[in-house]
């Protein structure tokens, strides 16, 4: 009786660790994956939370701008080795999307990245003199190109498109503008629930001031410059206020990356393979999920 007591006790103590150890193993189990859930969430809005501060909002109601014909890129105001390897990254950077093209050789650069001194004074000049690189720019969308960082001034010209690609009829390049231009957008929204519309950007310029690339690598200013020719972006962000690490902060922040981070290429990502009538808003969630993928995948490597 008192071996069978005994071996009873040894089952229960038996059994009882395991049963406990199910019951820690089932709820460590859980917290893990809420404390996942948890840390994925946080990164996704720090994602879109810097999403939103980079980007230069589009005219309400329109798709954000993203280049749609190849890309022609010319770097001008370095000895020619210097803009050569500024122009080979930028080019890398493109082909790296896999969805936009870089033009062919002889091409009319559509994408230009220009070193000089007193950017805001050539950016007033170049108002004067060229009108044709402002060509249908409102005013908030030129009062913007002053604001950021005082080494750089950046903008696009924007060319309004049926999503096809065909022409609206009565409009004209810029993505904004007055009297038959804006008639003829509200004809084609008005047209349908959904924005049927794409953003075209036709032309990319930054101008870089030439005491600010002092202690910048190539490889910062060729990327710095990628971000802002490929999406209408600001660099107003610096190391206190950017969520999460960024080559915008360059000219504005102690500890600038190296390169494009890990934000940068899911922002660039998104961008570009997400349908051509698409909202910053889902830029920004696309961003953010590719971002959370990207690391988990990195993580699990």
């Known amino acids: 009786m008192k071996k069978a007591l005994f071996s009873l006790i040894l089952l229960c103590f038996a ?19 809420d404390e ?19 980007t230069r909002p589009s005219r309400r109601g329109l798709p954000v701008g993203r280049f749609d014909a190849p890309i022609c890129v010319k770097v001008s105001g370095l ?33 230009f990245v220009g070193f000089l001194d007193e950017v805001d004074a050539t950016v007033d000049q170049l108002r004067e003199k060229e009108k044709w690189l402002f060509e249908g720019l ?32 009565a409009t004209r390049k810029g993505g904004g503008g007055t009297g038959d231009h804006n008639d003829a957008v509200n004809r084609v929204e008005s047209a349908s629930r959904f924005v049927r519309l794409r953003n075209n950007l036709v032309g990319a310029v930054v101008l870089i001031e030439g005491s600010a690339v002092e202690g910048k690598t190539f490889r910062q200013l060729s990327d710095y410059a990628t971000m802002r020719l490929l999406a209408s972006t600001n660099d107003d962000v610096n190391d206190d206020n950017a969520s999460l690490p960024t080559i915008l902060t360059l000219f504005n922040g102690q500890y600038a990356p190296d390169s ?26 696309a961003a953010a999920s590719r971002y959370v993928n990207n690391q988990e995948t990195a993580t699990n490597e």
């Open 15 to 33: 059994w009882l660790p395991s049963h406990v150890y199910a019951q820690t193993s089932e709820q460590a189990s859980g917290e893990v994956e």
């Open 36 to 54: 996942i859930t948890v840390v994925g969430q946080k990164k996704r809005e720090a994602v879109e939370t810097l999403g939103k501060a980079i």
């Open 79 to 111: 000895p020619a080795d210097m803009a050569e390897i500024i122009k080979a990254r930028i080019e890398e950077n493109i082909r790296d999307l896999k969805v936009i093209e870089v033009a062919e050789a002889g091409c009319d650069p559509n994408a």
């Open 138 to 169: 409102l005013d908030y969308q030129i009062d913007r190109i002053y604001k950021g960082s005082d080494g750089v001034r950046a903008w696009h010209v924007f060319d309004l498109r049926n999503l096809d690609g065909s022409i609206i009829p």
């Open 260 to 285: 494009l981070t890990e934000f940068d290429r899911a922002y660039l990502s998104a961008l570009y393979e997400l349908p051509a009538n698409s909202m910053d808003g889902q830029i920004f969630a």
